[in-house]
């Protein structure tokens, strides 16, 4: 995702591109990490179980099992969590992408886009004919003015043609 997947910044002005069909890309591949990664963390496991305890009964290893018990538990629980989590961000850019959709068409249908029309460069046709591309054919463009707070007052895009 990093250096514009999801687009570029346009030189600081506070504009950003979203592609919502990179962001179901980004999402897949999250997801795919996420069950790797729970893979691994199975593997390891069988791996470990499969040395048993080797490491003795005498005082040095009675002390070593001591720690061990306990922090082999936590790490793997926490890979566990740790491929979970990884996963659940590739639903959230699934989301994230299906909301930039959503807001783009209804925003178009707002300004008089236009139906039916897919596909990269896709435009209407005829006199009067709007110039806001369908969203499904072209990435968002979202601007915020510096020192604005999304909370106090929304984002609104400057440039819906690109």
Known sequence: MAGGSTG????GSGAFVIKPWELHGEGREFEKIGRELGKAVGALEKGLAAL???WGADQPGSA???VYGPSHGELVGGLRGLAGQVG???A???AMAERTTDTDTSAASGFGGFAGTTGPGASPTG????PIASPAASPAVHTQDAGATPEVAPVVPKDMSV
């Open 8 to 11: 570029t910044s346009d030189g």
């Open 52 to 54: 048993g305890t080797p």
């Open 64 to 66: 070593f099992a001591a």
């Open 88 to 90: 659940q961000v590739g």
């Open 92 to 94: 959230g850019l699934h």
């Open 127 to 130: 006199p009067g004919a709007s």
